[in-house]
C-alpha cells in the first residue's frame, strides 16, 4: 500500500460522516448509469448558461430525439443528444449533396476529443470522449460552439 492510499483509507475511517460519505460516493461512482445521468443534467445547466439564446428543446425528428437547432442557411439540422453526441442532420428523405457532406466531416474533425467521424448520408456527426476525460463538459460545449459557429 502506497502512502496515498493509507491517507485515503485513515481520513475514511477517521469519522462516521467520512465513512458514510465514502460508501455513498463509491456506490454512485460504480453505477455508470447513475453518473452519466448526473453528467448529462450537468452538461444541460451548463449549456444554459454558455448558449442563453439557444432554445433547449428535446424534439423528435424521423423517429430521432434530440435536441435540434436549424443552421445559418436552414437546410439542415444541427443536433445534439444531451450527453457526447452531436453533428449533423437532414430529415427531408434526401441525402447530404458529397460536397455538403465533406464540408460537414471536416466541422466535425475540428472538435477537439471526438471517438469518430460518422457520415451515413442523412447524418454526419461525431462522439465526445468522456470515459477517462476530466474535461469533458469543455469538451462537449466547445464542441457546440464550433457547431453553432461553422455551419
Keep these: 500500500m502506497n502512502s496515498t ?3 485515503i483509507v485513515e481520513e475514511i475511517y477517521s469519522s ?3 465513512f458514510n460519505a465514502a460508501n455513498d460516493f463509491a456506490e454512485f461512482w460504480t453505477s455508470r448509469d447513475r453518473v ?5 443534467e450537468i452538461l444541460k ?7 442563453p439564446e439557444k432554445k433547449l ?4 425528428h424521423n423517429d430521432f430525439s434530440s435536441y435540434f437547432w436549424e443552421s445559418k ?4 439540422l444541427i443536433f445534439w443528444d444531451g450527453f457526447c453526441q452531436m453533428g449533423f442532420g437532414k430529415f ?22 471526438r471517438i469518430n467521424e460518422i457520415d451515413d448520408g442523412t447524418w454526419v456527426y461525431c462522439d465526445i470522449m468522456y470515459d477517462k476525460n476530466l474535461n469533458v463538459i469543455d469538451d462537449v460545449l466547445n464542441g457546440l460552439e464550433i457547431l453553432f459557429k461553422n455551419s
Aim: hydrophobic letters at 35%.
Design 73 to 76: 442557411d436552414n437546410s439542415f
Design 57 to 60: 428543446q428535446w424534439d423528435k
Design 45 to 51: 445547466d451548463n449549456f444554459c448558461k454558455r448558449f
Design 5 to 7: 492510499d493509507r491517507k
Design 36 to 40: 452519466k445521468g448526473a453528467l448529462k
Design 16 to 18: 462516521a460522516e467520512k
Design 92 to 113: 427531408d428523405k434526401n441525402n447530404f449533396p458529397v460536397k455538403i457532406r465533406s464540408e460537414l466531416l471536416e466541422i466535425i474533425k475540428m472538435i477537439p476529443k
